[in-house]
């Protein structure tokens, strides 16, 4: 089964961080642009950052730029999203997708969106 699986979300207070991960599991992720995304109910899904396949090549929105960075390692089939100097506004359903190669993360996802994890900040 072809899937992504994010984890490592959860509850930290505002200036906390929390690191995810988005695992995959039924094919090799070195071929693939990672997008990362959140979501929060009744809201439209908003792009995160974007690294390229060979992680040399990563993109930002501008609400998390210095704080939240995106890596990976392609030999453990996983990518990450560091997220520092978290805010209240942050608090959304995360989730990760693969994209084409050097697609900047446009277009369609390959297969279909995971369950996602859940962040919250909070005082």
């Known amino acids: 089964q072809l899937q992504l699986v994010e984890s490592g979300g959860g509850l930290v207070k505002p200036g906390g961080s929390l690191r995810l991960s988005c695992a995959a599991s039924?094919?090799?992720?070195?071929?693939?642009?990672i997008g990362w995304f959140r979501q929060a109910p009744g809201k439209e899904r908003e792009g995160v950052a974007c690294?390229?396949?060979?992680?040399?090549?990563?993109h930002y929105a501008d609400s998390v730029k210095g704080r939240f960075t995106a890596s990976r390692d392609n030999a453990r089939n996983t990518a990450y999203l560091q997220m520092n100097r978290l805010k209240p506004e942050d608090t959304d359903v995360y989730y990760c997708?693969?994209?084409?190669?050097?697609?900047?993360?446009?277009?369609?996802?390959?297969?279909?969106w995971g369950q996602g994890t859940q962040v919250t900040v909070f005082s």
């Open positions: 690294i390229s396949s060979s992680g040399g090549n990563i």
């Open positions: 997708a693969a994209y084409a190669q050097y697609s900047n993360c446009d277009g369609a996802p390959f297969g279909s």
């Open positions: 039924g094919f090799k992720l070195d071929y693939w642009d």
